[in-house]
């Protein structure tokens, strides 16, 4: 059980509480369990304050677990361990309904596995499908059409996308670390918090792509992009 505990001084936002006993307030159990610890302790005798110490707490105690409730998030990072592979059957067919529930933020109880999935040169089955925090690494997606598909922090590292079009698809927070994304289309496609360190991006389309100026500046450095892109881009 992890427990993150915050001791407040007599002059810290929390005043202090009536007792030196830690005030101890659960998490509600996602994939494991958290407990948030709140404590307040003084060696002078308590005194009572003007304010209801009690709501104070839970307000900083609150805005604590909502960062513990963000670091538990299930989303795949770059050097953590990827579950073993989804021995379904019919795990690849998936992609063509995709999932629905907390696609803004990757949210799943069963993650879309589509590693070493072949979906090449399809043309109507992913166009528009929720692929949220799908987990896509060394599939093959050459030629497919997958205009307006939503893949929020999809784990796409080392997949091929060689020509496809990501015309208005919501792309946030997806790892395309060593991905071929030559000739991709990323025409008006939001790639806000995207990766795309060792890239292939030779003769990608980036049109009126929306992208924050930080992660602007990161995908800049990617040397495979063609003098159209980066200035389509506006790369300096």
């Known amino acids: ?25 659960p998490i509600p159990k996602l994939h494991s369990s958290l407990t948030i610890t709140c404590s307040a302790r003084d060696g002078s005798e308590s005194k009572r304050s003007l304010f209801n110490f009690k709501e104070i707490k839970n307000v900083a105690c609150g805005i604590l677990a909502v960062w513990a409730l ?14 073993p592979l989804s021995t379904e059957p019919n795990r690849c067919e998936k992609a063509f309904v995709g999932n629905t529930i907390g696609q803004a933020n990757g949210v799943y109880d069963k993650p879309i596995d589509l590693r070493f999935c072949d979906y090449t040169n399809d043309k109507s089955n992913l166009k528009g499908k929720s692929l949220a925090a799908a987990l896509m690494s060394n599939a093959k997606f050459d030629g497919a059409d997958m205009t307006e598909v939503v893949m929020s922090k999809a784990y796409a590292a080392g997949a091929s996308f060689k020509g496809v079009d ?4 919501v792309l946030d927070r997806v790892n395309f670390e060593k991905a071929d994304l030559k000739g991709a289309v990323f025409r008006n496609t939001v790639l806000s918090g995207s990766t795309f360190n060792q890239a292939q991006l030779e003769d990608a389309v980036f049109e009126d792509t929306i992208i ?9 450095t990617n040397t495979s992009i063609s003098a159209d892109g980066r200035a389509e881009l506006g790369c300096r």
């Open 212 to 220: 924050g100026y930080i992660d602007l500046q990161k995908l800049c």
């Open 70 to 83: 963000n670091a538990t998030s299930p989303v795949i990072a770059a050097n953590q361990r990827l579950p």
């Open 166 to 169: 990501f015309s208005n698809a």
């Open 1 to 25: 059980m992890a427990t993150l505990s915050i001791p407040l001084s007599p002059n810290s936002f929390c005043l202090r509480s009536f007792t030196p006993k830690s005030q101890v307030f």
